[in-house]
C-alpha cells in the first residue's frame, strides 16, 4: 500500500522538526574534512510547491515554515535549514518547501555522496527529474531498509541516515526499529535519525521503550508537540530519535525547542521533550 503522498504535509510543523535536526546534524558533520554519505530510506519528491492542490488543500505548511518565513528573529542555529528554503525561493516568495534530500544536497554541496530510496512512482519520477545529471545522487526504486543493508558500512565510514516512514502500515514502528538494529550491527558509529509521529502517546511511550531496549547505546528523544495529545484523533506532534547524535546536539536543541515549541503552538499544551532514551 503506497497511498501517502507528502506533498499534502509538506512544510508543517513537523518537517520543520525533522529538517532542523537533520540540518544541525549534517552541519555538525561538516566540520571535519572528511567525506560523508547521506543515505534517506522514503525520500519522497524532493520538492514541492505550496500552491498546488495538494498542499492548498491541507494548508499545513501555514502552521509550519509559514510560522517562521519572512521573521527577523530566526536564531542563528535555525539559519543552514532556513537558507535551504530560501535558495529555492530566490525572490524572497514562500513558493516551494524542499524535502530531506534537497535540504541535505543544499547543505552538503558537492563533495559528498547522497543514496536515496523511494518506492512511489510519481515521487520517484520527480525526485529523479530533480536531481538529473547530479553523478553525486543516488536514486534507486528500493524499499529503505534494503537499500541501507546493501550501502552499510559505506567506504567513507561516516554517515547520516534519516528514516522518514509514512506509518500507514502497523508494522512500519517495528520495520523502523529492525531496520536500525541490522544497520547498527553493519555500521555501529554511524548517525541514524528517525522521524516519528505524535497521534498516541501511549503508543509512542511504548515505542521508545522498545527502542532502548535493543541493546544500542547513546540514543537521543528529540519530541516537539504543537498541541494537547488526543489519544489517536490525529497528529498533535512528532520526534526525532537520533542514535549517535554530533555531541553538540542536545545543546543546541536546549537552545532551540523553547524558541520554536513557542512558535509553532497552536494551543497552550504546547510542549517539547529531550532526553536520552540510552546514555552513551
Ligand atoms: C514521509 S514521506 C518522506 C518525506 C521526506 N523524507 C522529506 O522529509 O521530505 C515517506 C515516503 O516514503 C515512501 N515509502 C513508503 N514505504 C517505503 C519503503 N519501504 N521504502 C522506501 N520508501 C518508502 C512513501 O512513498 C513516501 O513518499
Redesign the pocket.
Known sequence: M?S???SF??GNFA?VL??TV?SLIIEALKQKPKPFVYF???????R?DLGDAKSEKTGEYKDGIGRLWGRDDIPALMQPYIDSVEAINPNGDLHY???????AKYLMGNANRLEL????PT??QLLQQEFAGDRKVRIQK??????LKAGLPPAQRRALV?I??????KS?HS?AIAGIKESHRRFATGIYSL?YPMVSRAQVERFCEKFSNQGIRNILRIELCVKEDSEGYGMTGSGMIVVNPPWKLVQQMEQLLPWLTKLLAQDSKAKFTLEWLVEE
Request: proline share 9%; charged share 25%.
Open positions: 503506497l501517502y503522498r507528502h504535509h509538506a518537517d525533522k529538517h537533520q534517506d530510506t522514503h525520500s519522497a519528491a524532493g514541492y518547501y524542499p524535502g530531506s534530500p534537497l535540504v530510496t523511494e518506492l512511489h515521487d520517484l528500493l524499499d529503505g531498509y534494503k537499500g534519516l522518514d516512514p509514512p506509518y500507514e502500515l512500519e520495520d522521524w
